[in-house]
């Protein structure tokens, strides 16, 4: 609820501020009942599910040297996994030496969530990327298997337009500020900055409310 620019928050613990950096997905639940066209535009970013495959390996069983960071494969390959990264060449202590450790990344725009429901597809999937990619036949010495449903924010055609209205609505909710993945970047230092953003816009407001 809102009075005198004051918001509400209900959770375990209900408090009161005059300003609110909101980073949930899109926000749109947390504000509903305030603003029901902010609510709307909001709830019209696509989401996407995600999955991520780890798999160890013994370095004597990878066909090649892992001489990068890994790959991406383009939608035009019709495979169902949209990326691998050598983990173990990126961060050298994420494997004990002799050992390689890799990361499938899967799910993409149109490919639905049914894939991500059995953990068991999703390691077949990583399984036959890897002897697709890098001619990787090896049995893995460890997997894990993680999940991150409707995590992937999608900018669709027209989201430049959307954010224009996003924060005309905004204008009418002071001390309201919005950060994270769904609108200006999904990489971690476009969060980073987003956050940092939100935050000394807020401070800002803050600061100058309390001006006589």
Same mark, same amino acid.
């Given at each position: 609820? =809102? ?22 997905? /899109?926000?749109?639940?947390?504000? /509903? $009942?305030?603003?029901?066209?902010? =609510? ?22 990878? &066909?090649?040297?892992?001489? $990068? ?8 390959? $019709? ?12 961060? &050298? ?6 050992? /390689?450790?890799?990361? =499938?990344f899967i799910g993409r725009a149109g490919q639905g969530d049914e894939l991500l429901a059995d ?5 077949? =999937? ?8 890098? $001619?990787l036949q090896a049995e893995p010495v460890v997997t894990r298997v993680y999940r991150w449903p409707?995590?992937? &924010? ?13 924060? #005309? ?12 993945? #769904? ?15 939100? /935050? ?13």
């Open positions: 609820t =809102v009075a005198v620019e004051t918001y509400s928050i209900e959770a375990k613990s209900p408090t009161s501020s005059s300003s609110i950096p909101a980073s949930i997905p /899109a926000a749109a639940g947390m504000l /509903a $009942g305030m603003d029901e066209e902010l =609510v709307g535009l909001l709830a019209s970013i696509e989401y996407v599910s995600t999955a991520t495959v780890s798999l160890a390996f013994r370095s004597s069983d990878l &066909p090649r040297p892992l001489d $990068g960071h890994g790959y991406i494969i383009p939608r035009v390959e $019709g495979r169902e996994a949209l990326a691998c990264t050598w983990t173990s060449t990126k961060f &050298p202590h994420r494997a004990p030496d002799g050992y /390689a450790l890799l990361r =499938v953990e068991r597809c999703l390691l077949d =999937v990583a399984r036959r990327e890897l002897a697709q990619g890098l $001619g409707q995590a992937m &924010p999608q900018y669709n055609l027209g989201h430049p337009r959307r954010l224009e209205e996003i924060e #005309a609505r905004l204008r009418h909710l002071p001390g309201l500020f919005l950060a994270g993945a #769904a609108y200006r970047g999904i990489g971690i230092p476009d969060c980073i900055r987003s956050g940092q953003e939100a /935050a000394r816009t807020a401070l800002d407001y803050l600061a100058s409310s309390r001006r006589p």
